[in-house]
């Protein structure tokens, strides 16, 4: 299983949950975040932000549908702008079920774990 933590605009929140909707991925975690990338923030008159406001979505999946997840957060968050986010993927040892404690050995992940 893999950890995809994808950083995303926050008014395209929306186009990429469905488009994981889609693509047979319902379960994920949101964060509202700050942060910024290689632009650094940005300039509005005399007034410079350094960190801008962005969503990050945590969501494990099977290794065979990562490129399924990962095509899917590309397809709903991009804008071709800077500052349209990133994807980290990471490897997942172990799940546990917190009410009933048992580890996930089988994937798919059960909905509602």
């Known amino acids: ?3 995809l933590r994808a950083i995303i605009r926050p008014e ?3 186009q990429v949950v469905e488009a994981l909707e889609v693509a047979g991925i319902v379960s994920l975690t949101k964060m509202d975040v700050l942060g910024r990338g ?5 300039q509005v ?4 932000y ?14 065979v549908k990562v490129d399924t997840a990962v095509a899917a957060i590309d397809v709903g968050a991009k804008t071709g702008q800077p500052g349209d ?3 980290f993927i990471s490897s ?3 799940v546990y079920t917190i009410r009933t404690g048992q580890k996930v050995t089988e ?5 509602g774990a």
């Not at 290689?38 to 940005?42: A, L, S």
């Not at 994937?107 to 909905?111: A, D, E, K, L």
């Open 45 to 48: 008159g005399a007034t410079v």
């Open 92 to 94: 997942v040892e172990a």
């Open 38 to 42: 290689q632009q650094r923030g940005i």
């Open 85 to 87: 986010g990133k994807v």
């Open 12 to 14: 395209r929140e929306e």
């Open 50 to 63: 350094d960190e801008l406001p962005k969503v990050q979505l945590m969501i494990v999946v099977e290794d």
């Open 107 to 111: 994937t798919p992940i059960p909905q």
């Open 1 to 3: 299983m893999k950890l």
